[in-house]
């Protein structure tokens, strides 16, 4: 089901799957997809979770308010759970989302029960990037990329220190030589954090759907 929700002074579109009466679970998309880019994991989670789904601020249907700082964009998937009526939830966040999720597992620790964040960027400064460049590529608002872009090669110091204040049980994923990330400085700064590492590149939920099922399973099931 799609719904529409009015959060932090913008729209936000969502999908929404399984019993609003089991556990919530929230799945956040990485940067230029949306919430189609979790089709096929949705349908194994929503049978045992209440599962949410949003396209984030500057993506899909969700507005595009020409402002995308990561603080920001963590109180609009807070503003979501309030306007759900979802209280802890398991957060799960791959890329771009897992940034997102992150910022909300520090900024609003009583929302997190469980943090999944795959293949993320670093809070640190990333070094050999090339540069953006815009081509044809439509379903977002450009001016997200290039503003998260600046925040990735410049990131604010405070969202490192941030990492060691998370309290909800983490499990990072890496995508191994081919990620372009590097997951082990990352699950080193978050208390307990467990590392696992799937050889699949960067989309790991993509190209290695089991594995990345079955690592998540055995984390939720702890």
Known sequence: M??????????????EEGDPATPPLLLLHGRRADHNDWNGITQHFSARHHV????????GASDHPGEYPLPE???????????????????????????VA???????????????????PPPLPLKDRAPVVEDDSTGFD??????????????DPGWLEGLSRITAPTLVLSGGAASPFDATGTAARIPGARLVTIEAGHLIHVTERKAF???VDDFLDV
């Open 73 to 99: 964009m963590a109180e609009d998937v807070a503003g979501l759970l309030d306007h759900v009526g979802a209280g802890r939830v398991t957060v799960i966040g791959h890329s771009l989302g897992g940034m």
């Open 142 to 155: 450009w001016r997200m990329v290039h503003d998260t872009e600046r925040q990735f090669l410049d990131p």
């Open 213 to 215: 099922l079955r690592a």
């Open 2 to 15: 799609i719904r529409e929700a009015q959060v932090n002074g913008i729209k936000l579109i969502y999908r």
């Open 102 to 120: 992150y910022q909300l597992a520090v900024n609003h620790p009583g929302r997190v029960e469980r943090l999944v964040l795959e293949d993320v």
């Open 52 to 59: 949410l789904v949003p396209d984030l601020r500057g993506h």
